[in-house]
């Protein structure tokens, strides 16, 4: 069995920041990717960034040089630095994780955080 433990969230102002953390525990023989999904009030889930075994990070283009990830990988933990929010960076935010055990690859979801960018 396999955790995430999603953490961080909560509501900013407009401008602020925000640190959110995932740690994965469990079952996991070795972690590959490890990213942030969002889900907007009525809109589908879409990837935030990810970040590779490597380090490599990976950015869709609407949160390129605000948004920045990356991860621990002794603690299993991924991490994403929101700067300079907007009220329309509001939305849950999802970890995910693509591990391998006994041999099989697998994808696991976080719970949520709550991001609430409001004056």
């Known amino acids: 069995q396999v955790q995430l433990v999603e953490s961080g969230g909560g509501l900013v102002q407009p401008g602020g920041s925000l640190r959110l953390s995932c740690a994965a525990s469990?079952?996991?023989?070795?972690?590959?990717?490890m990213a942030w999904y969002r889900q907007a009030p009525g809109k589908q889930r879409e990837l935030v960034a990810a970040?590779?075994?490597?380090?490599?990070?990976n950015y869709a283009d609407s949160w390129k040089g605000r948004f920045i990830i990356s991860r621990d990988i002794g603690k299993n933990t991924v991490y994403l630095q929101m700067n300079s929010l907007k009220p329309e960076d509001t939305a849950v935010y999802y970890c995910?994780?693509?591990?391998?055990?006994?041999?099989?690859?697998?994808?696991?979801w976080g719970q949520g955080t709550q991001v609430t960018v409001s004056s």
């Open positions: 995910n994780v693509r591990y391998e055990r006994d041999r099989r690859e697998y994808n696991y």
């Open positions: 970040i590779t075994s490597g380090g490599t990070p």
């Open positions: 469990g079952r996991i023989f070795r972690i590959y990717d």
